[in-house]
């Protein structure tokens, strides 16, 4: 079974400028998770989609950041304009969703982004 | 809001130490709560989970158990391998509903050696 996939692994922007990442989820899976993971810490949640509606995105810095996951599948994290502070691993995750609620979450690789 | 707090790390053992990582947690309710383990160089996976009081997780010889009287989930193993170094996060989710998020702790950085 394939896992959550990422792209990019690994990307350098200078502050001020926009990046995208890039996840798709394992196939049949209806809840999709964004993370932001700063270096020492654990990971936060920014953004939880089920199928293609938000369930939450409180902790989303809404002013920079956005998030769609179009047909409930693949799903892209924007950060316009960057800041040095966004230098993090975003984790992207997915889990199946049935009537008692959510299976385990399954984790990508992430994308190590660093602000300069 | 729900926290996770874990014990400051990092943390070195020999091999076929005994390892004890504690890990508290605050949340309403009873939450579901969960180890995941971060192997260098790969994605988060989860090691072990346990979704009521007095349930135990288990997996590759790691143990922990939900004490809800000292809102607690210590992960142990009685006898570490160098393959076990890698990153541990405590995390929570709410029991029940569609908002699953999970809440980590900072995590803690095992390193075991020969």
């Known amino acids: 079974e394939a896992g959550v996939a990422q792209s990019p692994r690994y990307k350098i922007i200078e502050k001020r400028q926009s990046v995208a990442f890039w996840c798709n989820p394992i196939?049949?899976?209806?809840?999709l998770y964004w993370y932001q993971q700063i270096l020492g810490q654990g990971p936060k949640l920014l953004i939880q989609?089920?199928?293609?509606?938000?369930?939450?995105d409180s902790q989303l810095p809404k002013d920079r950041f956005s998030a769609e996951r179009l047909k409930g599948v693949d799903s892209t994290l924007k950060i316009q304009p960057a800041k040095l502070e966004d230098s993090a691993v975003y984790l992207c995750?997915?889990?199946?969703?049935?009537?008692?609620?959510?299976?385990?979450?399954?984790f990508g690789q992430g994308t190590r982004l660093t602000v300069v | 809001g729900d926290s996770v707090t874990q014990m400051e790390g990092p943390v070195t053992l020999s091999e076929e130490a005994f390892l004890t990582i504690n890990c508290t947690y605050t949340?309403?309710?009873?939450?579901?709560l969960f180890w995941y383990v971060q192997y260098p160089g790969e994605g988060l996976q989860l090691l072990l989970k346990?979704?009521?009081?007095?349930d135990k997780g288990s997996n590759k010889g790691f143990e922990a158990t939900y004490r809800k009287e000292t809102t607690s989930f210590h992960l142990e193993k009685g006898s570490v391998q160098v393959s076990d170094s890698a990153v541990y996060f405590c995390?929570?989710?709410?029991?029940?509903?569609?908002?699953?998020?999970?809440?980590f702790g900072k995590g803690i950085t095992l390193s075991v050696r020969p």
């Open positions: 196939s049949g899976h209806a809840t």
């Open positions: 989609f089920q199928n293609n509606g938000v369930v939450d």
């Open positions: 995750a997915s889990s199946s969703y049935s009537l008692t609620g959510n299976t385990e979450a399954f």
């Open positions: 346990a979704t009521k009081a007095d």
């Open positions: 995390a929570l989710s709410p029991a029940t509903g569609a908002n699953s998020k999970l809440t």
């Open positions: 949340a309403t309710g009873y939450p579901s």
